[in-house]
């Protein structure tokens, strides 16, 4: 009888060593949770502003040295994007993103994901796939955009 004491101990010890340990784990992993949450909102975000041509959204995720590659191989720099921002005018149905990645590297980060357009294009309903490659630096406490990258999905690859 003398030995339960002892046991009640171990097993006391042993359940808040689980419970440290868990708590641990959960909080370094919280950071990187909570950076690929904000990721996927701010590419969301980006997404949705361009459609309603809100370039001062756009300017602020934007980094000054930005660039991209566009579907069609050309390059361009924030000024570029926020032109084609401000001058988009195609009829969009739906926009959809899915099928998001991210990866973090302390203050940067890739994120891939697949852009599905449904429109009008010369007056025919037209169904369009892109994937995105973008990077993303964390500075002054925000994260910014320094690059995308932008490839046109054939219809026998989309799925």
Do not use: H
């Not at 756009?58 to 980094?63: H, N, S, V």
């Not at 993303?136 to 046109?152: A, E, M, Y």
Request: proline fraction near 1%; glycine fraction near 6%.
């Amino acid at each position: 009888m003398k030995k339960q004491p002892y046991f009640l101990y171990f097993v006391f010890t042993l359940a808040f060593a689980l419970a440290w340990t868990v708590t641990a784990m959960a909080s370094q992993r919280s950071p990187s949770d909570s950076n690929q949450q904000t990721l996927i909102e701010l590419e969301r975000g980006w997404n949705d502003a361009f459609y309603r041509q809100d370039v001062a959204f756009i300017e602020a995720l934007l980094a000054d040295e930005f660039m991209a590659t566009y579907d069609d191989g050309s390059l361009g720099d924030k000024a570029r994007e926020l032109t084609l921002t401000a001058e988009f005018n195609q009829q969009v149905e739906s926009a959809t993103q899915e099928d998001f990645t991210v990866r973090t590297f302390g203050d940067a980060a890739v994120v891939w994901f697949t852009l599905r357009l449904v429109g009008i294009r010369q007056g025919q309903r037209a169904e369009i796939a892109f994937r995105y490659t973008d990077v993303w630096i964390q500075r002054d406490g925000r994260w910014q955009c320094v690059s995308t990258q932008s490839t046109r999905i054939s219809a026998e690859s989309s799925g």
